[in-house]
């Protein structure tokens, strides 16, 4: 028979991760490759133009554009700081001069005679770009960036929102069915990438937020809760942006869902590693899943290292999670895969696949209602 696929989310306790890591502009590479770095450490560099500042020179100094330049004490190509006077009216018999100082400091780009403005070009701002992942730089990208590479133990979310941070791996909930409530936050928290159990709450997140957590990680967020925490309506959108002070990653759904036990598991496992968190997400063209990516240790070596699995497939064994009712967020192993559509509940045909759950039982559902938990 023909091999059957489906999307999935990837959980795994060993793969090869590779991070392309690039500067918006061309720039400087800081690193070689075949060099070791740590997740902070700054891979690339640049700087943007800085803010360009208008200045109607013409109108200040109530004269025509044409006779701008002549008043003009500061030249093209000069810098020029907070306070410095940039044109001088030749006055009266060397009196009623004006004097127009700078409020800005930077670089005068240009003096226009047809307009009578002036533009000065504010600081460079510098850009840089930090390795994410702890690994070894396996290629450079000349004068943008590098790739980096590491074996890292690995979970992708179903959502989430905040941009990339760090943090060692502390376990908030004693399992994964239980709930992230305020009272599992504490002090000692700071900087930590925090792992819940269900649903993570409003009122934790906000002690989260004051403690200095880096990130919490949980199965289920209710809506409500996500937009107190935003002070808006997300809507559909690129996740990632958001400037909450800490990210967030629901590894199930939304709702009052317990995380998958495997999931939680793996990250039990790693508590006190070091992790790198994304929460940017985006479901429609070009997925983009959150993730947390823990390195490890370069003596952690398995048969499995180096093996690749044809992403998407379906087969006997496989581990999936239910995503509709009346199963909705069971996981369980691929049973069978009946060549025929089958008819429905409702009267119509589809393709289906069997499951079995840890309980023994099997049930048969559409596989359009699956998604692959890959490993």
Same mark, same amino acid.
């Given at each position: 028979?023909?091999?059957?696929?489906?999307?999935?989310?990837?959980?795994?306790?060993?793969?090869?991760?590779?991070?392309?890591?690039?500067?918006?502009?061309?720039?400087?590479?800081?690193?070689?490759?075949?060099?070791?770095?740590?997740?902070?450490?700054?891979?690339?560099?640049?700087?943007?133009?800085?803010?360009?500042?208008?200045?109607?020179?013409?109108?200040?100094?109530?004269?025509?554009?044409?006779?701008?330049?002549?008043?003009?004490?500061?030249?093209?190509?000069?810098?020029?700081?907070?306070?410095?006077?940039?044109?001088?009216?030749?006055?009266?018999?060397?009196?009623?001069? =004006?004097? $127009?100082?700078?409020?800005?400091? *930077?670089?005068?780009? @240009?003096? #226009?005679?047809?307009? +009578?403005?002036?533009? %000065?070009?504010?600081?460079?701002?510098?850009?840089?770009?930090?390795?994410?992942?702890?690994?070894?730089?396996?290629?450079?990208?000349?004068?943008?960036?590098?790739?980096?590479?590491?074996?890292?133990?690995?979970?992708?979310?179903?959502?989430?929102?905040?941009?990339?941070?760090?943090?060692?791996?502390?376990?908030?909930?004693?399992?994964?069915?239980?709930?992230?409530?305020?009272?599992?936050?504490?002090?000692?928290?700071?900087?930590?990438?925090?792992?819940?159990?269900?649903?993570?709450?409003?009122?934790?997140?906000?002690?989260?937020?004051?403690?200095?957590?880096?990130?919490?990680?949980?199965?289920?967020?209710?809506?409500?809760?996500? =937009?107190? $925490?935003?002070?808006?309506?997300? *809507?559909?959108?690129? @996740?990632? #942006?958001?400037?909450? +002070?800490?990210?967030? %990653?629901?590894?199930?759904?939304?709702?009052?869902?317990?995380?998958?036990?495997?999931?939680?598991?793996?990250?039990?496992?790693?508590?006190?590693?070091?992790?790198?968190?994304?929460?940017?997400?985006?479901?429609?063209?070009?997925?983009?899943?959150?993730?947390?990516?823990?390195?490890?240790?370069?003596?952690?070596?398995?048969?499995?290292?180096?093996?690749?699995?044809?992403?998407?497939?379906?087969?006997?064994?496989?581990?999936?999670?239910?995503?509709?009712?009346?199963?909705?967020?069971?996981?369980?192993?691929?049973?069978?895969?009946?060549?025929?559509?089958?008819?429905?509940?409702?009267?119509?045909?589809?393709?289906?696949?069997?499951?079995?759950?840890?309980?023994?039982?099997?049930?048969?559902?559409?596989?359009?209602?699956?998604?692959?938990?890959?490993?």
């Amino acid at each position: 028979m023909a091999n059957a696929y489906t999307p999935g989310l990837k959980v795994t306790s060993k793969m090869t991760s590779r991070a392309r890591r690039v500067l918006p502009i061309a720039g400087d590479v800081l690193v070689k490759v075949g060099q070791k770095v740590k997740a902070r450490d700054v891979v690339a560099q640049t700087f943007m133009p800085g803010e360009i500042t208008p200045i109607n020179m013409a109108n200040l100094l109530s004269m025509p554009p044409g006779d701008v330049p002549a008043c003009m004490l500061i030249q093209e190509g000069q810098r020029v700081n907070v306070g410095d006077i940039l044109a001088r009216t030749p006055g009266l018999f060397g009196m009623f001069r =004006k004097d $127009v100082p700078s409020k800005v400091a *930077g670089t005068v780009e @240009t003096i #226009s005679n047809v307009t +009578g403005q002036v533009i %000065i070009r504010g600081e460079p701002l510098p850009v840089q770009v930090i390795a994410y992942l702890a690994g070894t730089v396996v290629e450079e990208i000349p004068r943008e960036g590098v790739v980096i590479e590491a074996q890292v133990a690995f979970i992708q979310g179903i959502f989430g929102i905040g941009g990339e941070t760090f943090g060692p791996v502390r376990m908030a909930c004693r399992s994964h069915q239980q709930e992230l409530t305020e009272d599992l936050i504490t002090e000692d928290m700071k900087g930590c990438v925090i792992v819940g159990g269900a649903r993570m709450h409003y009122t934790a997140i906000k002690k989260a937020m004051l403690v200095g957590v880096a990130a919490i990680v949980s199965g289920g967020i209710d809506d409500s809760d996500l =937009k107190e $925490v935003l002070g808006y309506d997300l *809507g559909v959108a690129i @996740t990632g #942006s958001e400037r909450i +002070g800490l990210t967030l %990653i629901v590894t199930e759904g939304f709702g009052d869902i317990a995380m998958a036990q495997r999931s939680f598991a793996l990250l039990d496992q790693h508590q006190g590693h070091e992790a790198a968190v994304n929460g940017a997400t985006q479901i429609r063209a070009g997925v983009m899943r959150p993730e947390v990516v823990i390195p490890l240790a370069a003596a952690a070596t398995d048969k499995t290292a180096g093996q690749r699995n044809v992403a998407g497939l379906l087969e006997v064994g496989t581990m999936v999670r239910i995503i509709r009712d009346p199963y909705f967020g069971l996981i369980g192993a691929v049973n069978g895969l009946p060549p025929e559509p089958a008819v429905l509940g409702s009267g119509s045909k589809a393709r289906v696949l069997e499951v079995r759950f840890d309980s023994g039982e099997t049930v048969t559902v559409p596989r359009a209602n699956v998604e692959l938990i890959e490993s």
